[in-house]
């Protein structure tokens, strides 16, 4: 997780609010702009924002309501925020389920191999309720 003492679990965020930004992700790379943040917000805002977000779709992958593909593209599209706002230290959780989905990817191994990354990676960080 980030520097902060809180887990994905215990993150706030609205269902809706929640839902949009899963909406924008399942379309194109997300933006400090689309999830209510700022450049002033700082990189602990963006990391906690992205395990938000990040957490969201590992439970509605593995909850059925989200398919592999766009749980995929929702993941993929959390990486611009990762990467360009988090003064290269990506947030621990939201980077393991994007590279469960990463990994997924490769020679077409998709949600057989995602689905118990991602299960893993919500008990190791205490996410799966």
């Given amino acids: 997780m980030t520097g ?3 887990t994905p679990g215990q993150l706030y965020g609205s269902v809706a609010q929640l839902g949009a930004w899963l909406e ?7 933006t400090l702009e689309d999830v209510d943040l700022t450049t002033a917000s ?9 395990d938000l977000i990040a957490a969201d779709v590992a ?7 989200l398919e592999w ?7 993929n599209h959390i990486y611009d925020l990762m990467i360009l706002h988090c003064d290269s230290r990506p947030p621990t959780f939201a980077w393991d389920v994007f590279l469960a989905f990463d990994e997924g990817e ?3 191994r998709g949600d057989g191999h ?4 991602v299960a893993e990676i919500l008990r190791k960080h205490g996410a799966a309720s």
């Fill in 4 to 6: 902060t003492s809180c």
């Fill in 24 to 30: 924008i992700a399942g379309k194109r790379m997300l």
């Fill in 42 to 50: 700082g990189a602990d805002a963006v990391r906690e924002r992205c």
């Fill in 59 to 65: 439970r509605r992958y593995l909850s059925g309501s």
């Fill in 69 to 75: 593909a766009n749980a995929d593209t929702c993941a």
């Fill in 106 to 108: 490769i020679k077409n």
């Fill in 114 to 117: 995602t689905r118990p990354r």
